[in-house]
T-cell receptor, first 115, second 115 residues
Framework: AQSVTQLGSHVSVSEGALVLLRCNYS??????LFWYVQYPNQGLQLLLK??????LVKGINGFEAEFKKSETSFHLTKPSAHMSDAAEYFC?????????????FGTGTRLTIIP | GAVVSQHPSWVICKSGTSVKIECRSL??????MFWYRQFPKQSLMLMAT?????????EQGVEKDKFLINHASLTLSTLTVTSAHPEDSSFYIC???????????FGQGTRLTVV
C-alpha cells in the first residue's frame, strides 16, 4: 500500500520568503509523486510530478520539488512567495506516472502568505 | 492541457432526493474516470473508479447502491447520490486520465449541500 504524509496542516510565510511544504511517502514499489494546488471551491491543478527521470523536478509558478529516496521525501519549495500562492497544497502518490491510476493524497497543507 | 468539466458546481437538495453530477472530458476520451470526495478541510478520498462500458469499481466502505456511477460514453461519467442525507454533504471531484499529457485532469468540483 502507498501513502503520503504531509507535515504541517498550516504554513504561513511572508511575501518574498522561502516556501517549504513537506511531504514524505511510503511505497513498496518505485513511487510516482505529485504536487497539486487547490484554490477555494475549485478542482486540483498539477504543479509538478516525479516520474523517475530526474530527482529535481521543476513545475509551474516557480515551484520545484526534490525526490530524496534515502529520506523518502518529496518536499515542495519556492524561493520567493507571492500573494497568489495562498492555497491548499496536496502531495499525492500513485504506482503509475501516466496519471491513469488512482491517486492517494496526503492530508493537505494550507499555505498563507503574510503581506 | 486537457479540460475536464464538472456540472453542477454547486447544488442544494432536500433530504431524500437524488442528485446527479456530471463529469465530462471535453477534448479527449477517457475510458476511466475517478470520483473523489473531500470533506471540509480534509483530503481527497477516492470513492470509485468509473469504467466506460462496464461496472464501476468502488473503494472499501463506499455504498455502491447509494453512489451510482454510470460511464456511458468515452467522454461522460455521472455520479448520482441517491436518497441524499445531510451527511452526504461534501465536495465531490472527478478526474480523467490523459495519456497524451501523462496526467489526470480534474474537474472543478461540485459542492453538495443536503438540507
Amino acid at each position: 500500500a502507498q501513502s503520503v504524509t504531509q507535515l504541517g496542516s498550516h504554513v504561513s510565510v511572508s511575501e518574498g520568503a522561502l516556501v517549504l511544504l513537506r511531504c514524505n511517502y511510503s511505497s513498496s514499489v518505485p513511487p510516482y509523486l505529485f504536487w497539486y494546488v487547490q484554490y477555494p471551491n475549485q478542482g486540483l491543478q498539477l504543479l509538478l510530478k516525479y516520474t523517475s527521470a530526474a530527482t529535481l523536478v521543476k513545475g509551474i509558478n516557480g515551484f520545484e520539488a526534490e525526490f530524496k529516496k534515502s529520506e523518502t521525501s518529496f518536499h515542495l519549495t519556492k524561493p520567493s512567495a507571492h500573494m497568489s500562492d495562498a492555497a491548499e497544497y496536496f502531495c499525492a502518490v500513485s504506482e503509475s506516472g501516466f496519471g491513469n491510476e488512482k491517486l492517494t493524497f496526503g492530508t493537505g497543507t494550507r499555505l498563507t502568505i503574510i503581506p | 492541457g486537457a479540460v475536464v468539466s464538472q456540472h453542477p458546481s454547486w447544488v442544494i437538495c432536500k433530504s431524500g432526493t437524488s442528485v446527479k453530477i456530471e463529469c465530462r472530458s471535453l477534448d479527449f476520451q477517457a475510458t476511466t474516470m475517478f470520483w473523489y470526495r473531500q470533506f471540509p478541510k480534509q483530503s481527497l478520498m477516492l470513492m470509485a473508479t468509473s469504467n466506460e462500458g462496464s461496472k464501476a469499481t468502488y473503494e472499501q466502505g463506499v455504498e455502491k447502491d447509494k453512489f451510482l456511477i454510470n460511464h456511458a460514453s468515452l467522454t461522460l461519467s455521472t455520479l448520482t447520490v441517491t436518497s441524499a442525507h445531510p451527511e452526504d454533504s461534501s465536495f465531490y471531484i472527478c478526474s480523467a486520465p490523459n495519456r497524451v499529457y501523462a496526467e489526470a485532469f480534474f474537474g472543478q468540483g461540485t459542492r453538495l449541500t443536503v438540507v
